[in-house]
């Protein structure tokens, strides 16, 4: 077993989600540069797995330090600037856990998510956790919960794929039980705060063996909101990933599950593998009338059914602005999420398909979307020499994608055409329309309600 260091070398986070196209909360954050849970599914591990500048680096932790100085404004950083102008000082909501679980066996030898937690509790910061970790669920961090749960600034998804203890250990090994979440669950939600079921991945053959007990422990463990997204491959997986996948593979019935995959999967979205909306849309129904029967908040972040959602942020928070606290509703709506929830219920209300309009979506120019020095910070913009690269802002990289229809991230290709292009607008950017799917038509024959808007019976829209 590898000996962890007494100190770890730094780990630069946060950063701003390369998912941001279709992203309500992309202030994202990781304590540590990776996990030491197992999870055989991990996307994360896949993407390090074929990076060199990650794949045998060293674990790496936050300077705690360093963190604070840009949520409190007095970092002399560039970096640390920007982040307190653009999210620190707006109580912008901080979602812990993108690429690694903040709370694992690492956090029990460090604490530094811990010493994090405290500080950002003391000043009120409101955030949302994504984890299935050990830690969280610790005496002290319990007592931690409790003591501030007045103030209400958390919430927590659990992150949870089947309701079968004996397979969640083949499948996630190292993870606490699925029962034990459940219980932890339970007692973050008597506390009053907002907890979600993070349903991601849900494995076809794995998560549906026990899909009405998953789905109802989760209700009866105060829940109430259930967020999912399907198990896709990394084409490029190689090493220990491989590994895993293939275990996958076994654990889901396939006999080749590279193959399932590449058959499978709409081939305009490249080599990140999503299986098609038929495979999927049992199971999408399942849980979309689930939680219409109890009234709890249904969020996709799969970009198949994302149309389905229930609230703007696909991890599961309530439509924005209907958080009791006023911090927690401090995320952005500035997003294809937003947009194709929206035109959904237009469609079924109205009978109109909504057209959707860069400037529309990304409508903010005094924010993330139009500063030059904040470019960087996306991936995508590497493919440019140098001289360019200098000169884009975050929007120019939206709008690549936007009107590229060559692009795997192009909406019309991500959403595997739920938006087609039908125009150009004033701006010269493609304009998208709303493209019902069969789906539709056959449910609402079933009586299923898909023009319901969560708003209507919750409060006023924004």
Known sequence: MTKLPDKLPPYYSPRISSELPDCSSPLTFDTYSRCSMRCQYCFSHAQKDVNPGTKDAPLQGVNVEKLFSMVDGTSNTKEGKLFHKYFFSEEFLF????????????????????EILEGLLERKYPMMFSSKGPAITDDS???????YKKQNTMAFQFSIVTADDELAKKVEPGVPSPTE????????????YWTILRLRPFIIGVTD????????????????????EFYAMDHRCVGSMRKATENMGRLMGVDNVFKYFHNLSPKE??????????????????????CLEHDMVFACSDPDFKELCMTQNCCGLPPHGLHSTNSMNNWSTQQMTAAVMEARIAYHKTGKCNLINFNGVYKSTDWIFDDI???????GCTKYPYAIRKQLTLRHLLQDKWNNLKSYANAR???????MPCGVDETDNLVYQYNPSDYEARWV??????????????????
């Open 269 to 290: 979205r490249g080599g990140y593998c999503r299986l098609n909306r038929l495979v999927k849309e049992p199971f999408v129904k399942y849980m979309y009338k689930f």
């Open 209 to 228: 063996e026990s899909l009405p007990e998953l789905l109802q422990k989760a209700y009866e463990s105060g829940a109430k909101a259930i967020s999912t």
């Open 95 to 114: 979602h812990w856990g993108g690429l690694a679980d903040s709370f694992c066996h690492y956090e029990r030898k460090y604490g530094t998510s811990y």
């Open 373 to 379: 020095a904040l470019s960087h910070m996306d991936i």
């Open 181 to 192: 979440r459940f219980e932890n669950m339970k007692v973050l939600s008597d506390m009053g």
């Open 413 to 419: 290709n991500y959403f595997h055409g739920k938006v």
């Open 141 to 147: 961090y319990v007592q931690l919960f409790e003591k």
């Open 445 to 462: 024959d079933e009586g299923i309600n898909l023009a319901y808007d969560w708003r209507d019976t919750h409060g006023s829209k924004d």
